[in-house]
């Protein structure tokens, strides 16, 4: 990393530091921080290759209101540098926290979903496409011997029940497509901000919408009723209504699922990717929960 010739790239003033190492690390890349002249950066290295598209969405949200990191563009106009490198204002996050305030949360989704940039291409697999029966019999008979081989094994009849209920976006519209806990992040002021658009593409409203009723609801119909009627007021044009909008939900986790079952098996960091499958199968979304978490927000049943 050369500090002072990424500071000359995006235009950053003086070069006066660049962190000894990442400061954070995720799933997608790695970001250091950088200070110049101008001030402090968030300089991410993406592990894979990022849409320019992603990028313009979050120029857009930021312009719209919703509060995310500013994308620092090069000297020429480019969204990235050398090996992908993107360069963001720099915002002082709190840790990732499911039980944020489900108002601010729904409110803050709204506020993204009102910024509408037409879809462009289809949603992608990891978004709609089922892993399928065949496969998880596959990487379940390879991984019996993994630590979680058990769990994965009792989890496959819910696993291929679950992926009956996919059903393609009905209104796609350019998303975030990754609003976890690790991408809604707390500020010290008492607000929310929204990183990590690397990812951004075409995606149901509705079916993010559920993801994230998922992630900060939890097993609360309090706080998924908070969470959706705050979504409702601030504008956000998506609605629940039917076990098939949870099918970026469903997708993503069991993609998850699979690619840390088949990291595990050629031995990419082990641990890691042991917790990763952990992360599905120890906190499991399933048809009875997903049920639960609808019919808190229709009453009057599914």
Not at 11 to 39: C, H, I, K, Y
Not at 92 to 100: N, R, S, V
Not at 210 to 236: I, W
Request: hydrophobic fraction near 45%.
């Amino acid at each position: 990393m050369d500090g002072a010739a990424i500071a000359d790239l995006f235009g950053l003033g003086r070069f006066r530091g660049l962190s000894g190492g990442p400061v954070a690390r995720g799933r997608q890349g790695e970001v250091w921080r950088l200070d110049t002249s101008d001030g402090r950066w968030a300089v991410k290295v993406p592990f894979e290759a990022a849409s320019v598209a992603g990028a313009a969405f979050q120029e857009k949200a930021c312009a719209a209101g919703v509060r995310a990191p500013a994308v620092r563009r090069t000297v020429d106009g480019a969204v990235s540098g050398e090996d992908q490198i993107r360069v963001y204002e720099w915002v002082e996050l709190g840790a990732p926290d499911p039980l944020a305030d489900p108002e601010l949360v729904g409110a803050t989704v709204a506020a993204i979903h009102r910024v509408f940039v037409p879809a462009e291409g289809p949603a992608g697999e990891w978004h709609t496409a089922p892993v399928g029966a065949a496969r998880w019999d596959e990487l379940i008979e390879e991984l019996r011997d993994a630590p979680f081989g058990g769990r994965l094994a009792a989890l496959r009849d819910e696993l291929v029940a679950l992926e009956g209920w996919l059903t393609p976006p009905a209104a796609a519209q350019t998303c975030h497509r990754d609003l976890w806990a690790d991408n809604v992040l707390p500020t010290p002021d008492g607000g929310l901000c929204v990183i990590d658009w690397e990812n951004s593409g075409p995606a149901d409203p509705a079916q993010e919408l559920a993801c994230v009723l998922y992630e900060f609801a939890r097993t609360d119909p309090g706080r998924a009723r908070a969470l959706t009627s705050a979504y409702a007021a601030a504008g956000g044009p998506a609605r629940l209504t039917r076990t098939g909008d949870f099918s970026m939900l469903i997708a993503q986790l069991g993609h998850i699922a699979a690619l840390a079952g088949e990291r595990w098996l050629r031995g990419d960091a082990r641990p890691d990717a042991a917790a990763w499958i952990g992360e599905v199968l120890d906190d499991f979304h399933s048809r009875e929960r997903l049920q639960r978490l609808l019919g808190a927000i229709r009453p009057h049943g599914l």
